[in-house]
């Protein structure tokens, strides 16, 4: 059992630990509890462990909706302190959930009051009450290995098991919880299905070519629908009889167009399910289309899909916006990367598109207007060098997040290794201390602040900081178990800079860290070699940084880790916030986060104080959305501030205010950073007075 819960030392309440996911969050109480182990089947939802407590009060130090059960139906959601009156005495179930698990309280024969603040959710009874605290792990990992042989039928057959993975086949599977992750896929001298990931029967199938781009290509759409991929001379969607004409021009174009038209559907539609809840997406789409949730909710897969198929896409349009896209070669040796793709419902463009290649040389443009005599203003100690770096710029996505599983290294995108995805099950190990190791190597170099990785209000973080290590230090370094490690300082086509040289990662066979981030002028290769000896991944440099740029790079790396943003949303954030962010790429899997973010879902607001609030004191503020993993395409987002309605969760940039009245304390509990005018700014050196 990974899941853990005991009294906490220092407060009363408990303290919940998921060794799997590397999570822990408390859950306070209004006095001392002794947690004793109660049965988890009382539950309407599955739990991994459940413990018993007498109190009057449970409450999360961070805002989350509270959900009330009844019988296996939903009574009540709760969002807000407005609709926070109590319910009558009985028996209910309240799903009480912050990001890092699924949390139930059971509470028998007594009046329960929702509470809220800014940075909590809480549940009061009247008088101490026998409650039971059921947990259950996020964690999702392949239940098994299909083997498939390079013949593209038998990748087919292959592909045709994702959908095993669907935890439901109804519009609930627009939930990220509800759908598993798709069986693993390795290479092999003959075609072997396990019978636990045998091909669902859903009555649903995908005809293509027998040819690698269009397998791949189809195969988010694939497991979204529990659909088998066929040998067909067009490609098409049948279901139900009926036949969805695929465009064979644009196969990539098609098949979005397919996915994001079925997934919208079934996230309004499942309002008719146990969670029936209203968003905005649904208020969009009703000014659209009248359409009989309940009629389509109980149709078969196949039912369901053919009528959606019938319904113009015009209706969902633009109603959500994709959060990733995938270049895949149209090759057999990238078939097992396919289940990790897939799990992340990311698009799939099969062959690779891209818009051109560039070469990348060492100082010209870094250093431009700088005074060459004055070795600190980049972080290159090194002659330029004669060769340039040649990468490949990709075709514009039209998503935030982007990976590049192809020929060359690409900018402006992830560059991942089937190894690099495999070792991401593997993180994080244990519930422990997160543990970031940060190596300061030219004292000439401003060092930041360490303190922005330990952010986060509920989760320990070791930070070690380390000052100007030799060769043989920085290759100890580098072997030592540790989850994150920053290097601040130079790097040559020798390696990284030490005081007794350089130490070229290429020469170590294995490494410790698990993530990295190296931010000294031109470290992909540097960083590719740590990904080869072991690593997740990282953040690197295709070129030449001025030192000024790679501090606001660093710090603002180290904010947005330590408060669960993905690497392929960092990269975006600091696109947004006009930073030379071109210079950096992506190695590993671009969903890769440190943590889970202290609310679930990953968010960056943006400022505008250049308008004068008008008679409403509101400012206008827009939201960036970063999905990802079980927080990822499909889940509710809700605002504790701004004047926005839960919706959708979905790479979407929503356009809200801020009242004036709130500044200050949106600014104490919104996070490390905000965008401010378009520029990075900490919230620590943020208060309404400045904007007054």
């Not at 070669?329 to 062959?351: G, I, K, N, Q």
């Amino acid at each position: 059992m990974t899941v853990h819960v005991d009294a906490l030392d220092d407060a009363d309440g408990l303290r919940v630990r998921d060794a799997a996911e590397g999570e822990q969050f408390p859950l306070y109480a209004d006095r001392a509890v002794d947690p004793t182990p109660a049965s988890t089947a009382g539950f309407t939802m599955p739990v991994d462990t459940a413990v018993a407590v007498e109190a009057r009060e449970l409450r999360l130090p961070v805002f989350t909706n509270v959900i009330f059960w009844r019988d296996g139906e939903v009574l009540r959601r709760v969002e807000s302190a407005e609709a926070a009156d109590p319910l009558p005495q009985g028996t209910y179930e309240v799903d009480f959930s912050p990001p890092g698990a699924k949390v139930y309280v059971h509470v028998e024969d007594a009046t329960v009051t929702p509470g809220f603040g800014s940075d909590h959710a809480s549940i009061r009874t009247e008088s101490s009450t026998r409650m039971v605290v059921g947990v259950r792990s996020h964690h999702e990992q392949p239940v098994g290995t299909v083997t498939t042989t390079t013949d593209p039928r038998d990748v087919m057959a292959a592909v045709s098991t994702f959908g095993s993975a669907l935890k439901t086949h109804s519009p609930d599977r627009s939930w990220p919880t509800l759908r598993g992750h798709p069986p693993a896929l390795q290479l092999g001298d003959e075609l072997d299905v396990p019978e636990a990931v045998r091909a669902p029967e859903t009555g649903v199938r995908i005809e293509v070519p027998p040819e690698y781009g269009a397998i791949y290509t189809v195969a988010p759409l694939a497991y979204y629908l529990g659909a088998t991929v066929e040998q067909g001379t067009r490609p098409r969607v049948i279901a139900d009889g009926r036949s969805h004409e695929l465009d064979s021009d644009d196969l990539a174009g098609s098949v979005r167009s397919a996915l994001e038209h079925a997934f919208t559907l079934d996230s309004v539609v499942r309002m008719a399910g146990v969670y029936p809840f209203r968003t905005a997406t649904a208020d969009r789409l009703e000014e659209r289309i009248d359409l009989d949730y309940e009629r389509l909710f109980g149709l078969s897969l196949a039912e369901r899909t053919a009528e959606y198929m019938e319904i113009p896409r015009s209706v969902t349009e633009g109603l959500l916006d994709w959060h990733y896209t995938a270049d895949v070669t149209a090759a057999p040796s990238y078939a097992p990367a396919l289940p990790h793709l897939v799990d992340e419902l990311a698009l799939v463009r099969s062959p690779p598109q891209e818009s051109g290649r560039v070469d990348l040389t060492p100082s010209p443009n870094a250093l431009q207007g700088a005074d060459a005599t004055d070795s600190a203003l980049a972080r290159s100690a090194a002659p330029p060098a004669t060769e340039p770096n040649r990468f490949v710029v990709p075709a514009d996505s039209g998503t935030p997040g982007h990976s590049w599983l192809a020929d060359g290294h690409a900018v402006g995108a992830a560059n991942p290794t089937v190894g690099s995805f495999r070792r991401g099950f593997e993180w994080p190990a244990g519930d422990g201390e997160l543990d970031v190791h940060i190596v300061f190597n030219d004292a000439r170099l401003r060092q930041g602040d360490p303190s922005l990785y330990d952010s986060h209000p509920f989760r320990e973080t070791n930070v070690r900081v380390s000052h100007g290590l030799s060769t043989g230090e920085l290759r100890e370094a580098l072997y030592e178990e540790v989850d994150f490690l920053h290097f601040v300082g130079h790097v040559t086509e020798d390696g990284m800079v030490c005081p007794d040289g350089a130490l070229d990662t290429r020469t170590l066979a294995r490494t410790g860290v698990t993530a990295f981030f190296l931010n000294g002028c031109r470290s992909y290769e540097q960083g590719r070699a740590l990904l080869t000896a072991g690593s997740v991944g990282g953040i690197v440099t295709v070129d030449d940084v001025m030192d000024e740029a790679a501090e606001t790079v660093g710090e603002t790396v180290a904010a947005l880790l330590g408060a669960g943003f993905p690497l392929y949303g960092i990269l975006d954030v600091l696109d947004c916030a006009g930073v030379a962010a071109d210079r950096y790429t992506i190695l590993g899997d671009g969903t890769f986060a440190a943590r889970q973010s202290q609310t679930g879902a990953v968010n960056l607001h943006a400022l505008d104080t250049t308008e004068i609030p008008d008679e409403t004191g509101a400012w206008p503020t827009t939201v960036h959305h970063y999905p990802y993993g079980l927080e990822g395409m499909g889940s509710i987002v809700s605002y504790s501030h701004t004047d926005t309605s839960a919706d959708i969760y979905s790479a979407s940039t929503r356009e809200t205010t801020l009242p004036e009245t709130a500044l200050d304390t949106f600014f104490d509990e919104s996070g490390t950073l905000l965008l401010v005018d378009g520029e990075i700014h900490f919230t620590d050196d943020l208060s309404a007075d400045r904007f007054r």
